[in-house]
């Protein structure tokens, strides 16, 4: 049996049984003839069998040579197909990218978005965690963050991903049944209200617009949550007024199941980004972020 080191000289005669002659496989390699016809009657000095029959006028198999040849076609035609399935993964983006993301981005932006990774890109895992406080990316091993507005820390690129963001005033009717239909911002005093909590403690102060100065409301209420998300579910339960992103309350509105007010007044933030370490970006990480870019 020929060892490793000779797979060359067994790819050599297959090419010179498939073209038979030693010219013609030597035109199609680019070699010297002298070299290839070496080549195999050193092969067939190692077997042990004559392979080809030499004549004037052309080259034939013998039966072991018709033999040989049938298993090293076999064989080549094998790794070549294996390494086309090697140009497959490298064409087509695999492994596990693990982001992290408020429950409401999550839901509206990158789960609709990432969805058509079911047939794109089935080689590809995607971790969503759902988490409301600000988290170091690269010490928690997440490849990607989403938050709002651009600024992020040095070493990192942040791609817009959402348009900016409209706010709401929303409640029930039934909340606005009981408490009225603030009028204007100074209003709100007189309105239980859902809070917002940062992962330090501190309460959102409710940023409002009167023509070009903004103006802050602090929440007085008995429900506190961490998520915008839980935030609307509070409202639509009656439980105080909620300042949230517009599209999350959006179909509650047009339902009539929530009752938005002072619209003239509500602000619009900067979008969402997603931002992520501008080093070493992987095929994969790259096709999230071609798909979620806007």
């Not at 029930?172 to 909590?197: K, N, S, V, W």
């Not at 959102?204 to 100065?213: F, M, R, S, V």
Request: proline share 5%; aromatic share 8%; charged share 20%.
């Amino acid at each position: 049996m020929a060892k490793r080191e000779n797979y060359n000289d067994l790819y050599l005669f297959m090419l010179v049984a498939q073209e038979g002659s030693f010219t013609a496989a030597a035109q199609r390699l680019g070699l010297a003839q002298s070299g290839i016809s070496r080549a195999v009657r050193e092969l067939e000095h190692r077997l042990g069998v004559q392979l080809l029959v030499r004549t004037t006028r052309k080259l034939s198999l013998t039966q072991a040579g018709e033999q040989l040849y049938q298993t090293v076609e076999s064989g080549f035609t094998a790794l070549d197909s294996g390494l086309a399935t090697l140009a497959h993964y490298r064409n087509t983006p695999s492994g596990t990218v693990r982001i992290n993301a408020s429950q409401h981005l999550i839901d509206k932006v990158l789960l609709p978005k990432l969805s058509i990774f079911k047939q794109r890109y089935p080689d590809i895992r995607l971790e969503l965690i759902s988490e409301s406080r600000f988290v170091d990316i690269i010490a928690e091993r997440f490849d990607a963050g989403v938050r709002l507005g651009p600024e992020v820390d040095n070493g990192m690129v942040a791609v817009r991903i959402t348009p900016d963001m409209e706010m709401a005033v929303v409640g029930t009717p039934e909340h606005f049944r009981r408490y009225g239909f603030p009028q204007t911002p100074a209003d709100l005093a007189a309105h239980p209200c859902i809070a917002y909590q940062f992962a330090d403690g501190n309460l959102y102060q409710w940023e409002l617009l009167e023509g070009n100065q903004t103006i802050t409301h602090r929440p007085q209420g008995q429900w506190v949550f961490s998520d915008s998300y839980m935030e609307a579910e509070a409202a639509r339960h009656g439980l105080g007024l909620a300042y949230v992103p517009k599209e999350l309350v959006a179909q509650d509105v047009a339902k009539g199941r929530l009752i938005r007010v002072l619209k003239p007044w509500s602000q619009r933030l900067e979008g969402s980004f997603i931002y992520y370490p501008h080093r070493n970006v992987s095929p994969a990480l790259r096709a999230v972020i071609d798909t979620l870019k806007l």
